[in-house]
């Protein structure tokens, strides 16, 4: 039986700003069956670029070379430095599963100066434009990976010793006017677009994408019994109201166990806090009049109430199973990314404890 891997992907800092995000974390949970598990934002230095880039090139092929080259030029180019008001930023995304960095290489594919089909993320959202005597005249990755099992052991563990320093919140990363009224608000792609590796974690960022808004912030979440109570404690009072105390009570502990994978009265104490066993990634986005743009694109509570092109339209099946959460004002924005602690870095432990298994 194989071993478990982990295996990585980057979301280059153009793809981000072309809001590729959910087109390509679509195709890479759907295709490769793998276990999404961890995933940070980072706003690259100079040094962590430099020492990413001067592994990139291993290959002894004069042609895959050649593309390793492009690559190493392209992270020292385009992971550093202001442009258009804006730092690079990059999302890395961790999967784990058998096979995984295989799978990973299947589904990224390599750029090549070639026709190709759109059967890989790179034939997708890569070029590599040429022109007559064979220069390269434009490269664009679109996401960047390593396919050897060791060279991804090096990248993650190089990659969280920068988790701290250049990874988190990047909510200084762009430039807005003085005046410009900013601000941020948190997403939850809910556990109903986890059940089975498929488009839709993907289709929802694609969707919010319609925004306008900056992602700042991503994590893949296990929300506690004990997060999740603090998290739905204003929907209580308000289910008790509507449909009276037992039942009222029933339908809330419906919606914890639904996000935590456990009812509060099932629970005991001593592990209220542990993580559940339930996923969502939590997402922050950054922007003018953020709060609203989220939740317009989102839609109402009830998806049959949701306007057509919504996320709740196309993704929701039902009041609670309605495919993602957004604050409602700035200010519950800032304590709900408290309760789920969007500031912790899960992302470095996850690396160091994989391998100290090992």
Same mark, same amino acid.
């Given at each position: ?104 290489? /299947?589904?990224? !594919?390599? &750029?090549?100066?070639?026709?190709? +089909? %759109?059967? @890989? $993320? ?77 488009? /839709?974690?993907? !289709?929802? &960022?694609?969707?919010?994408?319609? +925004? %306008?808004? @900056? $992602? ?143």
């Amino acid at each position: 039986m194989q071993t478990e891997e982990l295996a990585y992907v980057v979301v280059t800092p153009y793809s981000m700003r072309k809001s590729r995000t959910g087109g390509i974390v679509g195709r890479l949970i759907s295709r490769t069956g793998l276990d999404l598990v961890g995933g940070r934002m980072f706003a690259p230095s100079a040094e962590l670029a430099k020492r990413y880039a001067d592994t990139v090139v291993t290959e002894t092929d004069p042609r895959h070379r050649a593309t390793q080259e492009l690559i190493r030029e392209y992270i020292l180019r385009n992971f550093t430095g202001e442009r258009n008001g804006q730092q690079p930023r990059v999302l890395f995304l961790i999967f784990r599963g058998q096979d995984a960095v295989e799978r990973i290489h /299947r589904t990224v !594919g390599h &750029i090549l100066h070639e026709r190709t +089909s %759109g059967e @890989t $993320i790179r034939d997708t959202y890569g070029d590599y434009i040429t022109d007559d005597s064979g220069k390269v005249t434009y490269f664009e990755p679109g996401v960047l990976a390593s396919f050897d099992p060791k060279a991804v052991e090096r990248d993650l563990k190089l990659w969280a010793d920068f988790s701290d320093s250049d990874g988190g919140i990047l909510d200084r990363t762009i430039r807005f006017p003085a005046d410009a009224q900013i601000e941020k608000t948190l997403v939850l792609i809910k556990p109903d677009n986890f059940k089975f590796p498929n488009l /839709r974690p993907g !289709g929802v &960022i694609e969707v919010f994408s319609r +925004s %306008g808004l @900056t $992602i700042i912030g991503f994590k893949v979440h296990c929300m506690s019994v004990a997060q999740a109570e603090e998290f739905y404690g204003p929907v209580l009072p308000v289910l008790e109201k509507k449909l009276g105390q037992k039942n009222g009570r029933q339908n809330w502990e419906s919606i914890i166990e639904f996000m935590a994978g456990r009812k509060p009265s099932e629970c005991p104490p001593e592990e209220r806090d542990a993580p559940g066993t339930e996923k969502s990634i939590a997402i922050v986005y950054q922007g003018v009049d953020a709060v609203r743009k989220i939740r317009d694109v989102l839609g109402p509570t009830d998806p049959a109430k949701a306007p057509p092109g919504s996320i709740r339209r196309e993704f929701g099946q039902t009041i609670m199973i309605n495919a993602a959460h957004a604050s409602d004002s700035p200010e519950n924005a800032k304590h709900e990314m408290g309760i789920i602690q969007i500031e912790e870095n899960n992302f470095k432990p996850l690396i160091e404890n994989f391998y100290h298994r090992q």
